[in-house]
């Protein structure tokens, strides 16, 4: 987080949204890492669909507001 705050300057709106999503992308990446390695978090969040829903119902956002699932 210390990374992106010194990196991506500007008080302005445009610089505080570019710094919260990239910290909303870093909080996804460490999400499917952990949901890689962690039993738990695998139970938590099953699919991603798992971590969309928590996305809508949760009062913090997981996903990065431009984010789209896509099927490979």
């Not at 445009?14 to 710094?19: F, I, K, N, Q, S």
């Not at 910290?23 to 099953?46: D, E």
């Amino acid at each position: 987080m210390f990374l992106i705050s010194s990196s991506v300057h500007g008080s302005d709106e445009h610089g505080r949204l570019l710094r919260r999503t990239l910290m909303r992308y870093v909080n996804l990446t460490s999400l499917l890492i952990f949901r890689s390695v962690s039993t738990a978090v695998y139970k938590r969040f099953p699919t991603m669909d798992h971590v969309v829903e928590a996305e809508r119902t949760g009062i913090k956002p997981i996903l990065p507001s431009s984010f789209e699932m896509q099927s490979f």
